[in-house]
């Protein structure tokens, strides 16, 4: 049974960059053959795409947020990365990473994935 795990600080303080971890373990083939995605949701809203990494490396990023955004993968260490740089109290919020085998664009839907973590709070405040 493969598990992600979100891991990383809690708070923020504003105009700093966020760096998350998501760690993946019980798969018999880690990161590769799966699409990785980062997926938040702040209070009191719904679930935002940020972007995904590909098993081969490549990278899509949400429209918004692509030039604050870093998606990276450790195959070595079976982990995911997210960088979010200049964060400001709009990115508080509760991040997610998901994984496919498909790759969808702007995919929200945890039907669409076939792995999806519990979650880790960010808090951006100083």
């Known amino acids: 049974q493969v598990q992600l795990q979100e891991s990383g600080p809690g708070l923020v303080k504003p105009w700093q960059t966020l760096s998350l971890t998501c760690t993946v373990s019980g798969a018999s083939t880690p990161t590769g053959f799966y699409y990785w995605a980062w997926i938040r949701q702040p209070p009191g809203k719904g679930l935002e795409w940020m972007g995904v990494?590909?098993?081969?490396?490549?990278?899509y990023y949400s429209p918004s947020l692509k030039i604050r955004t870093s998606i990276a993968r450790d195959t070595s260490k079976n982990q995911v990365t997210l960088q979010l740089h200049s964060v400001t109290p709009e990115d508080t919020g509760v991040y997610y990473c998901?994984?496919?085998?498909?790759?969808?664009?702007?995919?929200?839907?945890?039907?669409?994935?076939?792995?999806w973590g519990q979650g880790t709070q960010v808090t951006v405040s100083s």
């Open positions: 990494i590909s098993y081969s490396g490549s990278t």
């Open positions: 998901a994984a496919s085998r498909k790759l969808i664009l702007g995919a929200t839907g945890k039907d669409l994935y076939d792995y």
